[in-house]
């Protein structure tokens, strides 16, 4: 199920979209696709502003998986889109200009567990770790750190992909039935609720930073290259808002936590209230985070190309 909401009338938001690029006519409204999760937990003020004005030229579709995101980039319904950076990239790559507007989420992946005594890598050794997904984001990331830490994945413990999706790994995680995983946010908050006895181990985000002194641009915020073109305030405009609306998130948890519940992002409003400071919310211009987004893409590329599309994307991605 998908959930679709007109944006509304929020004063400063309609003035910052509309006081240097007009308003868009109703039958050209731009497009805003999200993921449900930390990418519209951030949008929550953003959504909320544009709940009541039919006009206001926006729409915002939130929606389950990137690939569906993903097809609204293919067949051009998005202009604006919130992705993995690594889809982002495979995209761009294959020939469909979206580019590169900001990044929005840092982090939102942790390995979790009920056993406490697992607070180190060493301690993973002859272990078993559950993932969703053969060379998705989490995947890709734990047997980068792994490596980086001197684990040989597959060989000095085991990855067990048999959950296929992150939903399907949490709900395994929370009844037991995966002792040890990978799981993102929201999710984790949800089986961190469920099961009293299960412990977050890791922060990836954390352990990538520890090897790279720098933060992990995990979530794009994108636009299409022709409207980065030809209207490039509306597109600073955009990025502007989102970040307005995740600082808002992140100082009013409990009031974004209600929003959440309302806008059926999260069903639960203490679990939404946890997971939004574990969510790593900030959005950053590409401009001012470029070698982060190129180190990180990096780290795909050299695991496996076909995962970003075969090449690193060039300059004008950026």
Not at 125 to 141: G, H, Q, R, S
Not at 182 to 195: D, G, M, T
Request: with cysteine.
């Amino acid at each position: 199920m998908k959930r679709l909401f007109l944006l509304s009338a929020f004063s400063f938001i309609t003035m910052m979209l509309f006081s240097c690029v007009g308003r868009p006519a109703r039958d050209d409204r731009h497009v805003i696709a999200t993921l449900r999760g930390p990418s519209s937990l951030g949008m929550l003020y953003f959504i909320d502003s544009l709940n009541n004005v039919n006009d206001a030229g926006f729409e915002i579709r939130i929606l389950n998986e990137p690939l569906q995101v993903r097809k609204m980039m293919l067949d051009g319904s998005a202009d604006f889109a919130v992705l993995p950076t690594t889809m982002a990239a495979l995209i761009y790559n294959k020939g469909v200009d979206y580019r590169m507007a900001a990044v929005s989420t840092w982090g939102t992946l942790y390995l979790c567990g009920n056993d406490t005594t697992i607070r180190q890598w060493n301690d993973l050794e002859n272990n078993k770790v559950y993932l969703m997904a053969k060379n998705m984001t989490p995947d890709v990331l734990f047997r980068h750190l792994l490596l980086e830490n001197g684990f040989e994945p597959y060989s000095d413990l085991d990855l067990d992909y048999r959950f296929p999706s992150h939903l399907d790994l949490a709900n395994a995680t929370a009844a037991g039935i995966a002792p040890m995983s990978v799981i993102s946010e929201p999710y984790l908050s949800n089986a961190l609720l469920k099961n009293p006895g299960l412990h977050i181990l890791m922060s990836l985000h954390d352990e990538w930073t520890k090897i790279h002194h720098s933060e992990m641009p995990e979530t794009a915020f994108i636009c299409k290259g022709e409207l980065k073109e030809t209207n490039p305030q509306l597109v600073d405009n955009v990025v502007n808002i989102y970040k307005n609306s995740v600082n808002r998130v992140n100082s009013r948890l409990g009031e974004a936590a209600q929003l959440a519940v309302r806008f059926e992002i999260i069903a639960d409003s203490v679990a939404a209230r946890n997971s939004i400071p574990r969510s790593n919310l900030k959005v950053v211009g590409s401009d001012e985070c470029k070698s982060l987004i190129a180190d990180y893409l990096s780290v795909f590329y050299k695991m496996d190309p076909s995962i970003i599309g075969g090449k690193m994307p060039d300059e004008k991605f950026y």
